[in-house]
């Protein structure tokens, strides 16, 4: 673990990088160190392997903050996370051509742009299965009313229309096997557009406030709300509610994706408990003896026996790890390898043959349209895994066999 702590820091930042092996670009120390610079930060910013630059803050920080929060630092994709199911399955159960599986999994899930996935609110309850529209109104429905009573700008977010579905960028479903040939499940998804709306909204209420007051900051996506206030409570409120709406989505999913997978190859059992995680989130927790909110803008919580996921790039192993409750990590990990290439530079640096080759042996969509999501656009996820020793264990390290992206 390494320090920065400059004159105009109010507290330091800390950082892990595995003896410089895991490269930190100098714009996401110089973010870092902004979020550090806010009065109301609790001991320290950490940075996790991972990190890199994001808005506001920086992904894969851990921001303990005292009577405020940063909209911007918790993201517009809240409760964005990881879920695995270890199957009773062996490689010897799959069929030889994946193809077949992975289409199943495309079916059953709505991915991408596809039509339920990016349907509006107005005449979409036709497209949406019975089963969601009873989770829906089981579950989400009464407390969205409440949120967008008083808020309605957030209505219109493609809410009951996007749970249960994947969406695009860098969310995927894949079928894994382990090193004792088991078969896993695991994907990766959020809050999508509801959760998108009320970030931004709030985003923007948290700037409108830093006006009404005359708060100057070293960037305006650092507008933060303050404990006490209108706009924090009715935010606290929204995003909790967008991110139990990510756990519920996630477990949709992983329903289909079971069936779908039973459906191509056999019935099988659930061998342990899924792992159920996110990444993107706001949560009060006691630290250093306090109470404070705690943001992880990309990064995992690691209590001592907590079990947690880090997923690899599309063609790199992924982990199930334990934590160890790190207290200068604040109880976190790293969420995933951390990009080191922006999603345009990727596309303009990594050739179609180099990317194919990084991904032989995955059945998976391997053309231009995932060029971004490329192994050689993120760092190498052993360097990170060495970097966080002190934070977590590795349970189970996995190696995808089937990938569908967003």
Same mark, same amino acid.
């Given at each position: 673990?390494?320090?920065?702590?400059?004159?105009?820091?109010?507290?330091?930042?800390?950082?892990?990088?595995?003896?410089?092996?895991?490269?930190?670009?100098?714009? !996401?120390?110089? %973010?870092?160190?902004?979020?550090?610079?806010?009065?109301?930060?609790?001991?320290?910013?950490?940075?996790?392997?991972?990190?890199?630059?994001?808005?506001?803050?920086?992904?894969?920080?851990?921001?303990?903050?005292?009577?405020?929060?940063?909209?911007? $630092?918790?993201?517009?994709?809240?409760?964005?996370?990881?879920?695995?199911?270890? !199957?009773?399955? !062996?490689?010897?159960?799959?069929?030889?051509?994946?193809?077949?599986?992975?289409?199943?999994?495309?079916?059953?899930?709505?991915?991408?742009?596809?039509?339920?996935?990016?349907?509006?609110?107005?005449?979409?309850?036709?497209?949406?299965?019975?089963?969601?529209?009873?989770?829906?109104?089981?579950?989400?429905?009464?407390?969205?009313?409440?949120?967008?009573?008083?808020?309605?700008?957030?209505?219109?977010?493609?809410?009951?229309?996007?749970?249960?579905?994947?969406?695009?960028?860098?969310?995927?479903?894949?079928?894994?096997?382990?090193?004792?040939?088991?078969?896993?499940?695991?994907?990766?998804?959020?809050?999508?557009?509801?959760?998108?709306?009320?970030?931004?909204?709030?985003?923007?209420? $948290?700037?409108?406030?830093?006006?009404?007051?005359?708060?100057?900051?070293?960037?305006?996506?650092? $507008?933060?709300?303050?404990?006490?206030?209108?706009?924090?409570?009715?935010?606290?409120?929204?995003?909790?509610?967008?991110?139990?709406?990510?756990?519920?989505?996630? %477990?949709?999913?992983?329903?289909?994706?079971?069936?779908?997978?039973?459906?191509?190859?056999?019935?099988?059992?659930?061998?342990?408990?899924?792992?159920?995680?996110?990444?993107?989130?706001?949560?009060?927790?006691?630290?250093?003896?306090?109470?404070?909110?705690?943001?992880?803008?990309?990064?995992?919580?690691?209590?001592?026996?907590?079990?947690?996921?880090?997923?690899?790039?599309?063609?790199?192993?992924?982990?199930?790890?334990?934590?160890?409750?790190?207290?200068?990590?604040?109880?976190?990990?790293?969420?995933?390898?951390?990009?080191?290439?922006?999603?345009?530079?990727?596309?303009?640096?990594?050739?179609?043959?180099?990317?194919?080759?990084?991904?032989?042996?995955?059945?998976?969509?391997?053309?231009?349209? !995932?060029?971004?999501?490329?192994?050689?656009?993120?760092?190498?996820?052993?360097?990170?895994?060495?970097?966080?020793?002190?934070?977590?264990?590795?349970?189970?390290?996995?190696?995808?066999?089937?990938?569908?992206?967003?």
């Amino acid at each position: 673990m390494k320090i920065i702590y400059g004159k105009d820091q109010a507290v330091p930042v800390k950082y892990w990088d595995a003896d410089g092996r895991v490269p930190f670009a100098e714009n !996401t120390f110089e %973010q870092a160190k902004k979020v550090s610079t806010l009065p109301f930060i609790h001991k320290h910013v950490a940075l996790m392997p991972d990190a890199h630059l994001g808005k506001g803050a920086t992904i894969g920080s851990v921001i303990p903050t005292k009577k405020a929060i940063i909209p911007a $630092a918790v993201g517009v994709d809240l409760g964005c996370g990881m879920m695995a199911l270890h !199957t009773s399955l !062996t490689a010897n159960d799959l069929p030889d051509s994946l193809g077949y599986v992975r289409a199943a999994i495309e079916k059953a899930i709505p991915h991408g742009r596809s039509a339920r996935g990016g349907a509006g609110d107005q005449g979409a309850w036709g497209n949406i299965p019975n089963f969601i529209a009873v989770a829906w109104r089981n579950l989400m429905a009464d407390d969205f009313a409440i949120i967008v009573d008083k808020h309605p700008a957030i209505a219109k977010s493609n809410n009951a229309v996007h749970l249960g579905t994947l969406g695009t960028g860098n969310h995927f479903v894949e079928v894994c096997l382990d090193l004792n040939d088991h078969v896993w499940i695991m994907l990766h998804s959020g809050s999508r557009g509801v959760g998108n709306r009320i970030g931004s909204y709030f985003i923007q209420k $948290a700037k409108e406030d830093m006006r009404k007051y005359f708060i100057n900051l070293p960037d305006q996506d650092l $507008a933060y709300l303050a404990e006490g206030t209108e706009n924090f409570d009715d935010y606290w409120k929204a995003v909790s509610w967008a991110q139990d709406y990510a756990l519920l989505s996630r %477990q949709i999913m992983m329903e289909n994706a079971q069936r779908a997978l039973e459906a191509t190859v056999r019935p099988f059992e659930v061998v342990e408990q899924a792992v159920n995680c996110h990444h993107n989130y706001v949560a009060v927790e006691n630290h250093y003896g306090e109470n404070v909110y705690v943001t992880r803008k990309g990064a995992i919580r690691a209590r001592k026996g907590d079990l947690g996921i880090i997923p690899g790039s599309m063609g790199a192993q992924s982990f199930i790890v334990r934590g160890k409750g790190n207290p200068e990590s604040f109880h976190s990990c790293s969420h995933g390898a951390g990009r080191t290439m922006s999603r345009t530079e990727a596309k303009k640096t990594i050739t179609l043959e180099q990317h194919k080759a990084d991904l032989e042996g995955v059945e998976c969509r391997n053309d231009e349209t !995932t060029l971004d999501e490329s192994p050689k656009a993120y760092k190498p996820i052993k360097y990170v895994m060495e970097a966080q020793q002190e934070m977590v264990e590795v349970v189970v390290e996995l190696h995808q066999v089937v990938c569908v992206k967003g």
